[in-house]
């Protein structure tokens, strides 16, 4: 019994010493969590600063506009004339709408096409291109082409097909022109209706 009410008198003694050791000890990591969060805060006027200093990540310029991005591969110091032309082997009319671009190497370029057909039946067809030089067709990357699928026009349908390019900028510089021609023409086989 004697043991039992000393031990009971020591806790007694002790819980209060121990209640204010973990107030001490919680009021030191609150402490500690508010001068984290303040110093993460203050990093980032810091870090602007810093990159601004050394030049590295600048996302907008001295006036505020945001900087635009450039291609770096897009060769600026020449422009290549792509001409552009069409020809129709079948029941339609076949043209550009355009008859030649200016484009840089390396530039992405977008030009359309547009075909009609004159029948009052559905016609599937398919467009062949062909350059001049010979020797640009190697340079010469189709993104998005018509002529990757045949098409399906339906009776008296009009459709612009547009040509997705870019130009190699390996292209030799001697080449200054290029002409890009498609011929345009009907293929057999039955064709199936499409569905709208």
């Known amino acids: 019994m004697h043991a039992d009410t000393a031990r009971r008198e020591q806790s ?11 107030r001490t000890m919680l009021l030191k990591l609150v402490v500690v969590a508010v001068v984290m969060f303040g110093f993460g805060y203050a990093l ?6 810093v990159c601004e200093v050394l030049g590295i990540n600048v996302l907008t310029q001295k006036d505020g506009t945001v900087a635009p991005p450039t291609n770096t591969q897009v060769d600026l110091t ?6 552009l032309d069409g020809n129709a082997q079948g029941p339609w009319r076949f043209r550009p709408t355009q008859r030649s671009v200016d484009v ?7 030009v359309v096409y547009e075909v009609v057909n004159t ?3 559905t016609v599937k067809a398919q467009a062949i291109p062909s350059y001049a030089p010979q020797s640009a067709m190697p340079h010469f990357k189709k993104v998005e082409c018509f002529c990757f699928q045949e098409q399906v026009l339906g009776p008296n349908e009009a459709r612009q097909m547009p040509v997705v390019f870019f ?5 030799p510089r001697e080449v200054k022109n290029i002409t890009l021609s498609y011929t345009f023409f009907e293929i057999g086989g039955a064709v199936t209706a499409r569905k709208e």
């Open 12 to 22: 007694g003694r002790l819980l209060p010493r121990r209640r204010a050791l973990n």
């Open 44 to 49: 980032v006027p810091v870090y602007r600063q």
């Open 78 to 83: 020449r422009t290549v004339t792509i001409e």
């Open 104 to 110: 840089h190497p390396g530039a992405m370029t977008t």
């Open 119 to 121: 029948q009052a039946r």
């Open 167 to 171: 130009i190699d900028p390996k292209l």
